[in-house]
């Protein structure tokens, strides 16, 4: 048997830091995708040792495990949510996405030690071409948001790259500042649906001034956010992802601007493949 499972990353919005406060967040999936390929064999395991170790904690059968990513590592797009849930999915065939993103989180703390919520896998999971996923982590319902077309996104990478799993910072925030983030960054995300180009920037740059006080950012990053916020025919910028370094997320007036960093738009969710040889 032969399972092949594709993920992609994610790009999130608004709605930073809040999964596992029981908030509310606006992702989308991305072009750039994880590959995991099973094949099925009589005994043992074949494979990078960090992915047999994903694949055993999940209950995977004997097999010979191979990855391509076109994700970046420690930038902020998720590329251990995707592998988690390509592992899940190969290991399971097709399942309920609601239970592969559970047990991709459930590896992803065993293994990988990363303390994360479930923004990620829940963006990848019910991701749709052309749309953001509307997440309330209060009761992990999705909807369907369709992406304006005069939302155009880029990322520049902050050249400042981390690793989750060596990140405390849940530990380390104030609860009064989480409170007042998680409260005012759930009305972003409501206020951002239906919004124009010119206000989700302001949403944006609004976000990052918040994450700043929640103390995920750092001199580096806002440095280069800011310079971006003001820069001709940027409507918004933000840090994006679990603090500490990664990419920035930029709203732009036309491709054309920022003309070295690419342009990102919504693609298809995470799947999984069965072939019989």
Known sequence: MHRRASLPARINVLGEHTDYAGGL????????????????QEEGYDGDATVIELWRAAGGWPARLSVESQIPMGVG?????????????????SMKPSEACLEAQRIEHQVLKTPCGLLD?????FAKEGCAT?????????QSVLLPSEWIFKLVDSGIHRKLSETSYRDSIDGSTQIAHVETENQRVKSALGA??????????QSHASLQKLGVSLTQIDEQVSELQQTTG???ARMMGG?????????VESSEILPDAP?????QGGFVEEFFE
Request: hydrophobic letters at 55%; proline letters at 3%.
């Open 134 to 142: 509307l997440i309330d982590f209060s009761n992990l319902s999705t």
């Open 234 to 236: 940027v409507f918004g």
């Open 121 to 125: 896998q829940m963006a990848m999971m």
């Open 77 to 93: 797009m998720s590329s251990s949510a995707a592998l988690c849930l390509a592992v899940v999915l190969c290991v399971n065939g």
């Open 243 to 251: 603090g500490y370094g990664g990419m920035i997320l930029v709203l």
């Open 25 to 40: 967040a606006l992702p989308f999936a991305t072009h750039l995708r994880l590959t995991l390929n099973a094949f099925s």
């Open 196 to 205: 124009s180009a010119q206000e989700l920037g302001s949403l944006l740059n």
């Open 263 to 267: 342009c990102f738009h919504p693609s």
